[in-house]
Nanobody, 122 residues
Framework: AVLLEESGGGSVESGGSLRLSCAAS????????MAWFRQVPGKGREGVAG???????VYTEAVDGRFTIAHDDAKNTLYLQMDNLKPEDTATYYC????????????????WGQGTQVTVSS
């Protein structure tokens, strides 16, 4: 079975940094697209960053230039380095796996981690 397990969330002040990790098992990368989404209460999941089999990387405009997604093939682990964090980045962050091209459509992702909370104070 596919298992995605996030870690690395926490609380930081505005301008701080955090690195999220997502350990994957049950499939072998490359597996087309792995991505980070985030969600705040009352809203749908928002795509943040994605990386596909060919190494193509996409970021949502709100985090471009501040966040960096990467994948360690040997460890089958996805990372999200988050720098210059802002209060509006506060959310539960999820990693996700899709057999399709990277997209911000959450329905295209068939496997999800349990989520890790990121809280940024002003």
């Amino acid at each position: 079975a596919v298992l995605l397990e996030e870690s690395g969330g926490g609380s930081v002040e505005s301008g701080g940094s955090l690195r999220l990790s997502c350990a994957a098992s049950g499939f072998t990368y490359p597996s087309h697209c792995m991505a980070w989404f985030r969600q705040v209460p009352g809203k749908g999941r928002e795509g943040v960053a994605g990386i596909d089999t060919a190494g193509k990387i996409v970021y949502t405009e709100a985090v471009d230039g501040r966040f960096t997604i990467a994948h360690d093939d040997a460890k089958n682990t996805l990372y999200l380095q988050m720098d210059n964090l802002k209060p509006e980045d506060t959310a539960t962050y999820y990693c996700a796996h899709s057999v399709w091209d990277c997209t911000w459509d959450a329905k295209r992702f068939s496997h999800w981690g349990q989520g890790t909370q990121v809280t940024v104070s002003s």
